[in-house]
C-alpha cells in the first residue's frame, strides 16, 4: 500500500510566479531554507497578490513547525483564489499528519474541484479510504490515480495498476463464476461468488444487483436493499435498481424509504401515464402515515449528518435527497450542500462543462483555435471515451489543430 506523501507534491504544479526571486526562493525551499524562501516570498508579495505566493509561504510556515501561521497563510490563498488547488491539498496533508483523516479528506476532495486529474490528491484520498476501511471509495480512487498519474513508469504506479488489474479480473471471474451457478439454480454458490466478487472489485454494480436479487428471491428483504443501495451509489441513474429499492422497502413497510424512491423511479417513467398512476396512487396512501410519524423524515437528516462526518459522501448524498423528498419546504436549505456533495463525488463533470463552454465561447467569438484547444484536450483526459463529451471535444480539438 502506497504511503501518502504530506509534501512531495507541494511545488508541483504552483510554479506560476516569474523572474530571478522565485527560481531562488524554490532552491532555498528545496534546501530546506525555510526561513530565507518565506523572506523573498514576503518581498514578492510587495509587487504581486498571487494567491500561489500565499500558499508558498505557508509551506514554509508549515516546514518551519508553525502550523496555525500555515493555516492562516493556505486560508489566504483560497481567499484571493478560491480554486487554487495546492492550498486545499496542503490542508489535507496538514490534518492527515495530524491523524485528522476525516478533515484531510475533505480537503483534498475540494482541491479536485478546480484539478479533477491532479494525482497525488486522488491517490491520497484512495489510501485515505483504506485506512478508515471504506473499499467502494479506495477502488475508485485507486482508478483516477491510475488514470490520471504522470509517473506511470515508477515503482508505485506499476504495484498499483498490478493489484487494481488483478482485482478487477478476479471480481469479474467471481461475477461470470456467480451468474453461472444462480442459472443452475444454485443460489448458495452463486451468492458466495457474488460476495466475493464484491470484495476484490466493490465498484461493479452488477455484482450488487445480483446479490440482491437473490436475497429477495429469498424473501430477506433487509438484505437485498443493503446490496442495491450499493448499486445506487454505484449508478444512481438506473430505473431498475431504484424500483426494485421503492418495492422491497414497501413490501419491509419502511414507508418513508418507499415514498422517496417512488417519487424517485416515477421520473424515469414521466411517459408512461399508467405507471405514473400507479406510483401517485401508492404515494398517496402512504403520505398521511408519513405525516403522523415526522420523526421517520427527520431521521434521514440525522443520518445524513452523520455519514456526512464520516466523508461517507454517497450515502449523504442519497439520505439528504430523501430528506427534501419528505420534507421539499428544506429544499432551499439544504441544496447548496446538496450540490457540493455532488461536486464533490463528481468533480469532472462541473470541470468538463466549464471546458466545452469555455472552448465553444473562445470559438464563437473570435475563433481563438489556439487557446481553445487546451479547454478540449483536458475535456478529453477528462471525459469517458465512450462518451458525447469526449467525441465533441475530440471534434472540436482537431477543428483547432487544422487551423
Not at 482541491?111 to 467502494?136: C, D, F, G
Amino acid at each position: 500500500m502506497p504511503d501518502v506523501d504530506a509534501q512531495s507534491h507541494i511545488l508541483s504544479s504552483n510554479e506560476d510566479t516569474s523572474g530571478d526571486l522565485a527560481i531562488v526562493a524554490k532552491k532555498l525551499y528545496d534546501e530546506k531554507k525555510y526561513e530565507q524562501a518565506l523572506k523573498i516570498y514576503s518581498d514578492m508579495l510587495l509587487y504581486s497578490s498571487d494567491s500561489d505566493l500565499y500558499v508558498k509561504m505557508g509551506n514554509c510556515f508549515d516546514k518551519m513547525g508553525k502550523g496555525q501561521t500555515a493555516i492562516e497563510y493556505w486560508d489566504k490563498a483560497i481567499e484571493v483564489d478560491s480554486m487554487n488547488s495546492n492550498a486545499y491539498i496542503n490542508f489535507g496533508n496538514y490534518y492527515y499528519k495530524k491523524n485528522q483523516i476525516e478533515k484531510a479528506i475533505g480537503y483534498w476532495l475540494a482541491s479536485l474541484i478546480p484539478m479533477p486529474e491532479e494525482p497525488t490528491s486522488n491517490l491520497n484520498l484512495a489510501v485515505a479510504y483504506t485506512l478508515k476501511e471504506m473499499h467502494m471509495e479506495a477502488f475508485l480512487y485507486y482508478e483516477r490515480y491510475l488514470k490520471f498519474a504522470q509517473d506511470k513508469n515508477s515503482n508505485k504506479y506499476l504495484s498499483i495498476q498490478k493489484k487494481i488489474e488483478r482485482d478487477k479480473k478476479l471480481g469479474n471471474d467471481y461475477l461470470k463464476l456467480g451468474f453461472q451457478y444462480q442459472s443452475n439454480g444454485d443460489s448458495i454458490s452463486a451468492l458466495k461468488c457474488y460476495k466475493r466478487a464484491a470484495v476484490y472489485c466493490p465498484v461493479f454494480s452488477k455484482i450488487y444487483l445480483n446479490i440482491g436479487s437473490l436475497y429477495y428471491a429469498d424473501k430477506n428483504y433487509e438484505e437485498a436493499v443493503k446490496y442495491w443501495t450499493n448499486a445506487l451509489y454505484i449508478d444512481s441513474n438506473y430505473p431498475k435498481i431504484i424500483n426494485n429499492l421503492a418495492i422491497s422497502y414497501d413490501m419491509m413497510q419502511k414507508y418513508d424509504y418507499a415514498y422517496c424512491y417512488y417519487s424517485r423511479y416515477s421520473k424515469f417513467v414521466a411517459n408512461k401515464q399508467a405507471e405514473i398512476d400507479k406510483i401517485t396512487a401508492r404515494c398517496h396512501k402512504i403520505k398521511p402515515f408519513l405525516n403522523a410519524n415526522p420523526y421517520l423524515i427527520n431521521n434521514h437528516l440525522e443520518i445524513a449528518e452523520d455519514a456526512f462526518s464520516n466523508c461517507d459522501y454517497k450515502r449523504a448524498l442519497n439520505e439528504y435527497k430523501n430528506y427534501v423528498i419528505l420534507n421539499p419546504e428544506a429544499q432551499e436549505d439544504y441544496i447548496k450542500l446538496i450540490i457540493k456533495i455532488e461536486n464533490y463525488l463528481n468533480p469532472d463533470k462541473g470541470m468538463i462543462e466549464s471546458c466545452l463552454f469555455n472552448g465553444r465561447k473562445l470559438l464563437a467569438n473570435n475563433s481563438n483555435y489556439e487557446e481553445a484547444k487546451s479547454y478540449f484536450a483536458r475535456v478529453m483526459v477528462l471525459a469517458d471515451s465512450s462518451s458525447q463529451e469526449y467525441k465533441e471535444a475530440k471534434g472540436l480539438l482537431t477543428l483547432c489543430l487544422q487551423h
